[in-house]
């Protein structure tokens, strides 16, 4: 009897310390609806082979885990559609449609002799796949072969998104992006099972593809001049300065990245921003214009060029394009009927944000087209302007979406939103029988800084991982069967190259991940963060740049009455210690370990902070100057 349960002990001892360990390494990103942990693991062979019917989209997925598995792991990989070989890798398309699972489902089922997964079609495979390189270890990430265990935990996970619209915005406007590096970004982007990259083709500062028939705007629109420093305050460009910098998609790049996009089951949906945010057509176009002297103009450089002050916006220079003027609507017929063959995907985003009303209104076209059509205001005024747009979209068989700034004059009947300031104009969308997808700046602005001001290129406005991890897609007062879903935007005034969009996307784009495709009810801060960090020594493997800001410190300064300053400091994530200096020395552990408010010295001019987790430091060494801290409280700096 006492041996029994001894041994019973043993067992049950052996069995918790196992599911702790095998609870540790399973870090997947988003997180499943529902998953198993077995004991025992899988031990990838040298020799692999993946067994799977080799059709067209499967051969996608087959390739896409062969790559991965010869190049960081060094298998030796075969590819076999018989099902009766023995295989260490079997994927399987479903012969009856497990409803459960939809469209991109999966079930993933990793046993200690092999790994199935199945699916209704292949971009479940393909997301059973993403998990599959997930469960390996982090060194799969690696470019090169890496001489490690290649071993996974045995486990049973069932898996579908919540939403059919998973995506992120990226503007190669305001900074061009290379082809390679679209590619690039989409390939980070599968990985955490987003399936729609929007592309911000068009803005003030280039027009960024090739429209055949209207070859200006891409010889004079998609070029400005190069200036590096704080974007919207640069001085203005002189006639020496060349106009170089930019560049554009051919439409043969165009089609290469859709079928890029296409073989990794996502799709890339198109967005020319009119009838604001149109210098560079204008540039390129000035009869487009309804203001006399655009011929004049130049595409944006990054100089000052808007005020976004409280009676509205307006434009120093003209920016839109003439809503009376039928050159507009022969205009855009010609764009959106290339633009309609080069994009499979069935929305086109027309823009409609932040159009400066201010041309507008001294306007005599504008003036008679609203006597014309009995308009009563400038928002009446886009609207009839949005609407003549979105029946040219339709005419080319597309469906037409806006910013949810188009909601203000009246929408088009079918128009689709996309509520960006804040979640009303989503809520009031689809309560009024129009699709929505939600992109508020609350929680989805990857452009926003996710660290102190003092330690990030600067930006109106902050947006830290925790805050990011909030984004609910379906707001209360929202008719649920019309939100599409949701993305993040990542806008690039202040995005000077390739490797700030991967810091600025990751890691809110593994929040916003988790936003779109997990259950509600799995969605857990303490069970994320630990996963983030896990995916940080991945991204380190894959030397993907990303943020570190979930390590510094938050401050909140304040003065007290008794007019002494004090800071507060707070880090989003639990067990970190903070460590401080006034002295202007760099600290380290041994230095005041903060556990309360902190009075700022009479003559301190800089508070250094670090923050540690045990002995190791982790944070980024942090200068805030003192006078920053007061100018925060109102106080004038020194
Ligand atoms: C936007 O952020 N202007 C849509």
């Not at 079930?107 to 002799?113: D, I």
């Not at 998609?222 to 910098?245: I, L, Q, W």
């Not at 493997?541 to 002494?564: L, R, S, W």
């Amino acid at each position: 009897m006492k041996k029994l349960s001894l041994a019973f002990c043993c067992c049950f001892v052996s069995f918790l310390s196992f599911g702790q360990t095998a609870k540790n390494t399973l870090a997947i990103i988003p997180e499943p609806v529902k998953t198993v942990i077995k004991p025992r693991q899988f031990i990838l062979p040298k020799y692999v082979t993946i067994q799977a019917p080799l059709t067209k989209d499967v051969v996608l997925v087959t390739e896409y885990l062969k790559r991965k598995l010869t190049g960081a792991a060094g298998a030796m990989v075969t590819l076999k559609a018989n099902s009766a070989a023995p295989a260490a890798i079997k994927l399987l398309l479903n012969k009856k449609a497990d409803t459960v699972l939809g469209k991109e489902g999966y079930h993933l089922w990793v046993g200690a002799k092999g790994v199935v997964i199945s699916a209704n079609e292949p971009a479940g495979l393909f997301y059973g796949v993403q998990t599959l390189i997930q469960l390996l270890p982090k060194e799969i990430e690696s470019t090169e072969v890496q001489h490690v265990k290649w071993v996974a935990p045995c486990v049973d996970i069932t898996d579908y998104p919540r939403f059919g619209w998973r995506g992120l915005m990226l503007d190669v406007s305001r900074h061009f992006f290379t082809k390679q590096e679209v590619k690039q970004y989409i390939d980070q982007m599968v990985r955490y099972k987003f399936n729609l990259l929007h592309m911000h083709l068009t803005d003030d500062e280039g027009w960024r593809i090739e429209i055949k028939s209207l070859p200006r705007l891409t010889t004079v629109g998609a070029f400005n001049v190069k200036k590096v420093g704080e974007f919207g305050d640069f001085s203005a460009p002189t006639p020496d300065e060349p106009r170089t910098y930019g560049g554009f998609y051919t439409q043969e790049d165009i089609k290469e990245l859709v079928q890029y996009g296409k073989d990794r089951f996502l799709n890339i949906m198109p967005e020319v921003d009119v009838p604001g945010h149109s210098l560079a057509a204008v540039v390129s176009y000035p009869e487009l214009s309804c203001t006399a002297g655009a011929d004049k103009y130049q595409v944006r450089s990054g100089e000052h060029m808007m005020d976004f002050g409280a009676g509205g916006i307006k434009a120093l220079v003209d920016n839109t394009l003439n809503p009376a003027s039928e050159k507009t609507y022969e205009f855009l017929d010609k764009v959106m009927s290339e633009i309609s063959q080069l994009f499979p995907f069935g929305y086109i985003h027309l823009g409609g944000d932040e159009c400066a009303k201010n041309f507008w209104e001294q306007s005599a076209d504008v003036k008679a087209l609203m006597a014309k059509e009995n308009l009563k205001n400038m928002e009446e005024v886009q609207s009839y302007f949005e609407k003549r747009l979105e029946t040219i979209v339709e005419s080319k068989g597309k469906k037409f979406m806006g910013w949810d700034e188009i909601i203000e004059g009246g929408l088009g009947p079918k128009a689709a939103v996309m509520s960006w300031r804040g979640i009303q104009g989503g809520i009031t969308a689809s309560k009024l029988g129009h699709e929505v997808v939600m992109s508020p700046t609350t929680f989805a602005y990857l452009d926003y800084m996710q660290s102190d001001r003092v330690m990030e290129p600067h930006v109106y406005a902050s947006l830290r991982l925790n805050k990011s991890y909030e984004f609910e897609p379906v707001p209360d007062g929202a008719d649920a069967k019309l939100i599409l879903g949701g993305q993040a935007n990542l806008w690039t005034e202040q995005v000077f190259n390739f490797r700030q969009v991967e810091y600025m996307t990751w890691p809110r784009g593994f929040a916003i991940s988790e936003s779109v495709w997990s259950p509600k009810a799995k969605k857990n801060w303490n069970s994320f963060y630990p996963r983030v960090e896990k995916h940080f020594a991945r991204f380190n493997e894959a030397e993907i740049k990303y943020a570190p800001g979930v390590y510094d410190p938050d401050f909140k300064p304040q003065m007290n009455t008794d007019n002494k300053l004090t800071v507060e400091m707070t880090t989003e994530i639990p067990g970190l210690d903070i460590y401080y200096s006034f002295d202007n020395s760099y600290p380290d552990r041994f230095y005041p370990k903060y556990t309360g408010a902190v009075e700022v010295p009479k003559d301190a001019s800089q508070l250094k902070v670090i923050t540690y987790r045990g002995k190791d430091p982790i944070g980024r060494m942090i200068s805030m100057p003192v006078a920053e801290l007061k100018r925060r409280v109102g106080q004038k700096g020194q």
